[in-house]
């Protein structure tokens, strides 16, 4: 019956079981059913449900106590000021943005200067999805050092905020454990999303000194071969001509100058 209940929850926060039929195309008395728990819904008509109301299928199933917790704190029920200070200010941060960050879910081929290599180009790939009311990210950079040949391989688990027209993404360097990523978007004005741009600020892969760089995101798709876009990424000289030259073009030739935070942090005796 957990599964009612939470559909019960969820027309609550509506203005009537009648509206919500009409808006995700449901027979009002198929709908019944479901709130009665007479039947539950079909696959189909579970993913018009959770798109509706912005939730995961496997939310609806929670148990109907944890389910109400989880959507009473996303309906401002439960004050984002309470619990610990630090809690506070995460929630205030990251305060859940998945109806206004729905437009920019799914998988991009990023683009940076790279720090490490002077005239490359640092390809990765990041993928925004949306996780318990949240927007969550997901980094892979995979590189050949074009001297050495050594491969780097970086994982980067992170959350995404809008905040004053623009999207704040902080990753944690998750497979290292010993960096943490921020990057600024800002968001296009155009109803269709292809290319974001920004910057980025971080750590070099070799001298781990800080370092900042415009970055490109180029949106690839919401549902893709994986293995194929993990092949795209990499180092690319940018005389290669393997990156977009638009792409080039809003990099500019070289990252942001060196003084700006790329600096000796060795101790001078």
């Known amino acids: 019956m957990d599964i009612a209940q939470n559909l019960k929850l969820l027309c609550s926060f509506e203005k009537s079981i009648s509206q919500v039929c009409r808006a995700i195309g449901i027979n009002r008395q198929q709908f019944s059913k479901y709130l009665s728990g007479a039947s539950q819904p079909s696959a189909y008509n579970l993913n018009q449900i959770c798109d509706h109301f912005s939730i995961r299928p496997a939310d609806l199933f929670l148990p109907a106590d944890e389910f109400a917790d989880r959507m009473e704190y996303r309906a401002g029920k439960v004050s984002r000021d309470s619990g610990p200070v630090s809690d506070q200010l995460f929630r205030r941060a990251f305060p ?61 688990d992170g959350q995404v905020s809008l905040l004053g027209n623009r999207i704040f993404l902080m990753e ?98």
């Open 96 to 156: 859940g943005d998945r109806k206004a960050l729905s437009r920019y879910l799914g998988y991009y081929i990023t683009h940076c200067h790279s720090f490490s290599w002077d005239g490359y180009v640092l390809r990765a790939i990041t993928h925004l999805y949306e996780r318990d009311g949240l927007v969550c990210s997901k980094t892979i950079e995979r590189t050949h050092d074009p001297e050495e040949g050594a491969l780097y391989l970086s994982k980067y």
């Open 172 to 269: 944690y360097q998750s497979l290292a454990d010993d960096a943490i990523v921020e990057t600024v978007l800002y968001p296009s004005p155009r109803s269709q999303v292809t290319l974001l741009r920004g910057v980025t600020f971080g750590l070099s892969s070799k001298q781990r000194h800080p370092y900042v760089s415009r970055c490109v995101w180029k949106y690839i798709g919401s549902n893709i071969d994986i293995r194929t876009a993990l092949n795209s990424t990499g180092l690319f000289s940018v005389d290669s001509g393997r990156i977009d030259p638009k792409v080039l073009r809003i990099l500019g030739d070289r990252p942001f100058p060196n003084e700006l935070l790329h600096y000796d942090l060795e101790p001078h005796h």
